[in-house]
């Protein structure tokens, strides 16, 4: 014990917090100026090889990434060992560790919390923590702060796993804890082997032509244009081509990727008039969200948008159609397949799309901004699909379900080999396996959103025409402290600074249509204001009215 005593303290020194720094884990981890980010860093590996300490030696992640954030900036995340977000009820301690004053201070937390979390330090354990960074300059850096922090937990062993887009990572500790195949290399393997299964399952009248092939890819300049490469290279079926790469043409995420196309809804840089017309996708820096855009013409920098509204949409048509053709025309006491199906959003998503889902007759579920919420709620169904506005989302097949999944795609293929129920069923097998069941991932969503495309013989104007958004309008306000408002009901209510919530509705009610709220980032130092309504000018007019309150009153 005194040697575990004396490592913690020999980290904690190395690393001190500069007076005046103050840490929140937030919406997705830490995040910061990436030069200001090594105490963080280093305490979040001590987080996350407790974690594993608790787990039984569990593998758990630590990703070292500010996503969607400008190039200065960094972050780190913990991911569990069901490679979903790190127990929410740990935030608090990861807060507490960050913020500790001093190496004794940070001795003392450490100690209480492994009392009360039943963790018996310097008694033999065996703690792994598997470790990934995006591009970042500072990725280096925080590295070494980030193995300092695990290696601190006698008995830890941090597993350097290289430059990896987010998403690859949460995989790879969710693989790697159920026993199965786990490296990069089976990641790409099983990404390309499903979606070439669910082109294979396309039906012969659906044939794509060549506007339909091109699918022009903004990267970024992030991580998720360099992984796209290489799994390019081994599908057909597809054209693809990439811009803002990762490649050295640009910078990470400035005027650029998923975030700026879906907030400011213009042409990336890095396109031209060669990509007018066509299909295009939008990644973020960590390629884990996903957007869709086409340019409208050379000479306007306006888009058409889909965003992760129309995403979450199709995939629920796909799905849906699927479980329909195995059910057949059995009545709701019979169905070959029982499914209970969920759908969950944020207050982001377009009023639109909640009418369009909610006319499916589906009952839409909200939980507040973040994928750590979303998730969560998701796995309470046997499919969970659940898409922030921004392009972040997935869709969860219970266990129970994929297993039920399997044995009817065997009983078909013995009684009805080739029927249209059994190819259902495998196409939903192939979605199980190319869609990431840990967090949302740009890279896999886009297969299936191109695979689904050519299964259902759509062309982007299709996919835009299933229902119109309406006009919205997001604003960032710069305040002395966010944190002073406190939201409720999924963050779609203030209820404080008090009076303010009566503002905005007062505001609301001037527009038709009009929807409004605000809330404080989780990942970077603004408030966030959310309009939207009948027209583009109104939705404008409104968030900006909104915003001038939130201006007034917390300074
Ligand atoms: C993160 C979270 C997302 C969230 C986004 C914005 O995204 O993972 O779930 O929607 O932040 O959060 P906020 O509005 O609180 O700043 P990313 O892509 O930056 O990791």
Redesign the pocket.
């Known amino acids: 014990m005194a040697e575990q005593r004396a490592a913690l303290l020999a980290a904690a020194s190395l690393f001190p917090v500069p007076d005046g720094a103050r840490f929140s884990y937030?919406?997705?981890?830490f995040?910061a100026e990436g030069s200001t980010m090594g105490p963080a860093v280093c305490r979040a590996g001590m987080v996350a090889a407790l974690r594993s300490v608790k787990l039984g030696g569990a593998a758990v992640g630590l990703v070292l990434?500010?996503?969607?954030?400008p190039l200065r900036d960094n972050?780190v995340?913990i991911v569990d060992e069901d490679g979903g977000m790190m127990s929410q009820d740990w935030e608090p301690f990861a807060d507490a560790l960050a913020n500790a004053p001093n190496p004794d201070a940070l001795l003392q937390i450490v100690l209480k919390f492994a009392k009360d979390e039943d963790i018996r330090l310097g008694e033999g354990h065996s703690a792994q923590v598997l470790l990934a960074r995006d591009t970042r300059p500072t990725g280096e850096y925080l590295l070494d702060a980030a193995v300092k922090g695990v290696n601190a937990v006698i008995g830890a062993v941090a597993l350097d796993m290289g430059i990896l887009t987010?998403p690859q990572l949460h995989w790879i500790v969710r693989c790697k804890n159920k026993g199965l195949k786990a490296s990069e290399m089976d990641y790409f393997t099983q990404v390309i082997d499903s979606f070439r299964c669910l082109l294979k399952l396309v039906p012969k009248d659906k044939g794509a032509d060549v506007m339909n092939n091109r699918l022009v890819v903004d990267g970024a300049n992030g991580i998720g244009g360099l992984k796209l490469e290489e799994i390019k290279a081994r599908i057909s079926g597809l054209d693809i081509h990439v811009r803002n790469s990762g490649n050295g043409e640009g910078i990470l995420n400035e005027r650029c990727g998923?975030?700026f196309v879906q907030k400011e809804k213009v042409v990336p840089l890095g396109f031209g008039p060669e990509d007018v017309g066509f299909r295009c996708a939008s990644f973020?820096?960590?390629a884990?969200?996903l957007v869709y855009f086409r340019i409208v013409s050379s000479t306007d920098t306006r888009i058409d948008l889909v965003d992760g509204d129309k995403i979450l949409s199709l995939f629920v048509l796909f799905v849906r159609e699927q479980i329909d053709i195995i059910n057949g025309n059995n009545d709701e006491g019979n169905k070959v397949l029982p499914t209970r199906f969920g759908v969950i959003q944020?207050a982001?998503a377009n009023g639109a799309s909640t009418d369009f889902l909610e006319n499916l007759g589906l009952e839409v579920v909200f939980t507040s901004?973040?994928?750590?919420?979303?998730h969560k709620k998701s796995l309470e169904y046997d499919i969970g699909i659940y898409f922030?506005a921004?392009g972040?989302g997935t869709v969860l097949f219970s266990d129970h379900f994929v297993s039920q999944l399997e044995s009817l795609t065997s009983e078909f293929s013995l009684k009805a080999s080739g029927s249209s129920q059994h190819q259902a069923a495998m196409r939903l097998l192939a979605a199980s396996q190319l869609i990431n069941q840990a967090v949302?991932d740009a890279l896999s969503g886009m297969l299936l959103v191109e695979a689904i495309l050519q299964y259902k013989g759509w062309s982007f104007q299709n996919w835009c025409d299933i229902y119109t958004d309406l006009p919205s309008r997001q604003l960032k306000v710069k305040v002395q402290d966010r944190t002073a408002i406190v939201t409720t009901d999924a963050e779609r209510r203030v209820c404080q600074p008090s009076g303010l919530q009566e503002l905005i509705d007062g505001e609301i009610a001037n527009y038709s249509h009009g929807r409004c709220f605000v809330?404080?980032?989780?990942?970077?130092d603004?408030v966030?204001v959310y309009a939207e309504a009948s027209t583009e000018e109104a939705a404008n007019s409104l968030a900006k009215q909104v915003a001038q309150h939130v201006e007034r009153i917390l300074g």
């Open positions: 937030g919406t997705a981890g995040r990434t500010a996503s969607h954030n972050g995340k987010t998923a975030d973020d820096g960590d884990d969200r944020t982001y901004t973040g994928v750590k919420y979303l922030e921004n972040h949302g809330r404080p980032s989780g990942t970077e603004v966030r």
